[in-house]
C-alpha cells in the first residue's frame, strides 16, 4: 500500500470515465480496470468508488443498468454516456496539459528560471 | 441527460427514497461478493474472503451518506434534517420567531382578505351554472340598467343573441304566514327567471314561464333557501300551503336551492314572486307603462359562439326600433353587456378602483414586512458569522448553508401565512355573515375559496423566499479562514444606505396612518357628542308601510294617526311622531326646489335641492328638533288648507336668502305646488355623512302629501338599552290591535344610526387596522435595523465598556443610528399626516390637524414604538461583558 500514490481530488471520477470508457463494467469491474490501466499505481479504497459513480450517473455522465456478472451474479452496470465521452475527452487533454506544464516546470534547472 | 428524464428521475428518486437506498445495498453487497470470489480464487475459504473482502471496502455507512448526498434521492431526507435544525435554530430565539410570524401573518392576512373580497365581488362569476356566459344589459348612454317592463318583453322576444332573457327587480311586502305578519325583500322574477339562469328546485318546483298569463295572474312563491330554514324550521310540507303578501293570497309552490342567493351580490331574496303581480305590491304607478322604468336587471346567457360585441350590436338594433316606435318613451340608446350581480356599471368600477387601491396598499405592506424581516435574518446571519464561518470551513457546501437558512426563512413565512390565513377565513367568515343593516337581508359574498388559499401560500413562499434572500450575499462572502481568524467583520457604514431610506419611508407612512386613525378615532368619539339636529337618544323607529296591508288614499292618513294615537297611550311613551324617513337613514331623497318666481320649472332651472320630510305635527317636538322662529304644524295644516312648510336654515338662506325674508314667503315644488314657509328649524345632519355641509331640508305636513311608508318615532321617557325589547313588544301588541296584518320593523334610532354611520366607521376601522399594521412594521423595521447595528458592533461595544464608557454612552453608540431613523420618519410622517387630514375631513367628522390630543398621541405612539422596538438591543448592548468577548474573539 505504501508504494500506491494517493488520488488528486478530482481525479477518481476521470479515472472512472476512463475505465469505463473501454466497455461496460459493474463497480467491482471498474475498480479492477482502474488497477489494471494504472499498473496498480493508485491506492483507492474501494468504497470511495461508489460516490463518484452516483455522482457521475447524476451529472448524466454515465448510465446504469442491472444485469448478470461474468461471475453469474447480479450486478450493476454502467457505460458512458454520449456526455461522458465528451467529458473524458475535455478532461484528459485538460490533464495532460496540466500534467505537461507541471512536468515542465519541475524539471526545469533553477539557473535557467 | 435531459431535464425532463432529470426531473423525472429526481421525483421518482424523491417519492422512494428508501428505494434508492436499498439499491445502493444491492450495489454494495454486489461488490463484495465480487471481491469474495476474488479472494476465494486466490485461496481462501469463503467466510473469510467475505469478511475480508467487507473489510477492504471501507467505511461502508459513510460512502452510503456520501452517495445519499449526492444523489435524488436524499431531498426529503435533508428538508427533514434542514427543517428539525431551523425548528430548533427559531425555538431558541423566540422573540424574533414570534415578531417575524406575527409580521407576516399579519401582512399575509391582509393580502388574503383584501383579495377574497375581491375575487367574491369581480373574479369569481355569479353561483349559477355556467356563469362565465351570464350577462346584464344596460343602455349605453347613461349606463342606466333598469328597464321599463314593455322594453324588457322586446327585448326578450326580438334579440337573437341570448338563450334567454330573464329579469328581475327588488320588491318589498308584508308576509303573513299566520304568525305575525313580517316586513320582507323579495325578487319579482320574470317567468323564464329559474329555466334561464339553469336553477333545480331544491324542493317542489320553481316559477316557469307557463305561470304567466297576464297581470296578476300568477299567485305563486318559491322560498329561498335560507329563508324556508329559518321561518319554516325545513317544514317539507310546506309546499302548497297559502300564504297572504299584502293581503293578497300566494301558494308556496317551492323551495330554491341552498347556494342559490339571487343573482345580485349583497342582497338575498327572502323568495321569489312572479313581476306579472307587481301591481300587487306597487300600487301607485302602471307596471305595464313604457315610461316606468322598475325592472331592476335584465339578464340571460349567450348563445353559444356568439361574442358580447354581437349582442350588443343586436340590442342595439332592438333600441333603434323602439326609439322609432315610441320616440315618447324611448330615447335613442344603444346598449352594452355587464357583468351581471352588480347593478351594472353603477357603482362597480368605483369599488373595484378602492378594492385595487387595497389590494396595492395591502401588497405594499407585505413587501414592507419582507424588507424588515430581510434586515432582521441578516442581522441574525450576521450573529451566526462564526457558525457559518465553521461550518464552511468544516466542508459543509456554501448551498447547503444557504440551504438551510432558505429552509428557516420558508418556515417563518409559511407559519405566518398559515396564521394570517387561519385569521383571515375567521375575519371573511364574520364578513359573510355580517348584517350591517338589519332590515335588509343581505348576503356578502366573500368566503375564501380555493383560490384565496392559493394566493396564500404563493404570498408566503414569495415572501419567505424574498427576505430569505437578504442575508445570501453575506454568506457567500463569508472567508471561513478570515472569519475564524479574526471575527466577523465590524467594517461600519457610515453612509447613507438604501436600507436607512427604506426605513425612514416606512416609519414616515406608519407615522401617517397612525396621525390619520388618531384623528378618525377622534372624529368619531366627537360625532356620539355631535348636533344631529335630532336627539336619537332613547327612542324607537317603527316603520311601517300601510300599503303591505292593503291601505290606500285617505285610509293612509287616518290610519297613521290612530297609530300614533295608539303609541301614546303605552306607559313609558312621552311622545310619538311621524316622518316618511328619519334623517340619515338610507333613502333620503332629495327634491328640486325652485323660487317662488321662477315659471319654467325644468330641473336646470331649480334654485337648489332640498331633502324633503313628511311629518306629523308632533315629530318637531319628539324628535327634538328645535322650532327657531314661526310655527310648528296643526292637525289643521290638511289638503283643505294652504300648503305650507317648515324648513332649516340652510334651505331659508339658500333659497330665499335670509331667515327674516323666508318666514311667510314662497317657493314652487317641481309639479308646481306653491307652498308657504310658515316656520324655520335649526340645520341638521340628513344625509348618511357625519362630514356633510348643511344641507337644504323641508318638512311638510303629511296631511298634505299622503305616503304609505312612514316611521313612526317614539321617544320614551328612559333608556332603551335594556328596556327597548320591552317597549318593542308593547308597541306591537298594540299595531295588532289595530290590525293584525300589518307588518312593522323595529329598531332603536341609535341602532338605525350605526347603519347610517356605518361608511364613516368602516374608514376609521380601516384606518385602525392599518395604523396598527405600520406600527407592527415599523417596530419589526426598527428592531431589525437595531438589532443589527448592536449585533454589528458588538465587540466595539465590549472595547468601550472595557475602557470605562458609561452605559449612557455605550447606548447612544449602539442606538443613535436607529433612534435618528425613526425621529426623522416620525416627524416627516407627522406633518405628512397632518397634511392628510385635509382629506380625512371628508369622511371624518370634525377632523382638524390642530388638534393637541392628536398631536400628543402620535407623538407617544412613535416614541412607544421606538422604545418597544429598541428594548431588547439596547438590553443586549448594555449586557455585553468585554472579558467574554474578547476572548471568544
Sequence with gaps: ?113 | MNPLSWLRLRISALLRPSQVSAEVDDEIRSHIQHRADDLVRSGLDRPQAERRARVEFGARQKYKEEIHETSAGNFVEVLVKDLRYSLRVLLKSPGFTIAAVLTLALAIGANAVVFAVLNGLFLRPLNVPDGQSLYAIQRGNDNYIIQSYPDYLDLRDRNRSFDALAAYTILQGGLDTGKDPSHVYFYGVSGNYFNALGIQPYLGRLIQPSDERGSNSAPYIVLSYAFWHGQFQDDRAIVGRVVRLNKHPYTIVGVAPPDFHGTLLFFSPDFYAPMVNEQQFFAWADPNARGNRWVFEVLGHLKAGVTPTQAAADLSSIGYYLHQAYPKDDDQSTFSLVRPGLHGNFFAPAMRAFLAGLMVLAGLILLAACANLGTLFAARAADRGREVALRLALGSSRTRILRQLMTEAILISLTGGAAGLVGSVMLLHRLSGWRPFPQFPMNIPVSPDTNVYLVALLLALVSGFLFGIVPVRQVLKTNPYEIVKAGSNARLGHRISVRDVLLVVQIAICAVLVTASLVAVRGLARSTHANFGFDPQNVMLVYTDLQMAGYSDDKVPAMQRRMIDAMQTIPGVTSVGLVSIPPMQMGWAPSDVFTDSTTDLRPANAAATAIEYYISPEYLGTARTTLLMGRNFSPHDDLNAPLVAVVNREFARKILGSEAKAMGGHFRMPDGKRIEIVGIVEDGKYTANLAEDPQPAMFLPFLQHPRSEASLVVRANRELGREGPELASAIRSKLRDLDPGLPAFLQTWNQEMNGALFASRMATMSLGVLGIMGAMLSITGIFGMAAYSVSKRLRELGIRVALGAKRTEVLKAALSRPVKLLAIGSVTGLLLGLLATRVLAFIVYQATPRDPLVLAGVVLAMLLLGLVATWLPAQRALSVNPMMLLREE
Design chain 1, 1 to 113: 500500500m505504501n508504494d500506491q500514490a494517493q488520488l488528486l481530488p478530482g481525479t477518481l471520477d476521470l479515472l472512472i470515465l476512463r475505465a469505463v470508457s473501454l466497455g461496460p463494467l459493474h463497480g467491482y469491474g471498474v475498480l479492477l480496470r482502474i488497477g489494471q490501466i494504472s499498473g496498480n499505481a493508485l491506492f483507492i479504497e474501494q468504497g470511495a468508488l461508489y460516490p463518484g459513480l452516483f455522482r457521475l450517473v447524476r451529472q448524466g455522465l454515465l448510465k446504469a443498468s442491472w444485469g448478470t456478472s461474468e461471475n453469474n451474479r447480479r450486478a450493476k452496470f454502467y457505460e458512458l454516456t454520449a456526455a461522458g465521452r465528451k467529458r473524458l475527452r475535455e478532461e484528459t487533454a485538460s490533464w495532460n496539459r496540466l500534467a505537461n506544464a507541471i512536468a515542465s516546470a519541475l524539471s526545469q534547472q533553477p539557473e535557467e528560471a
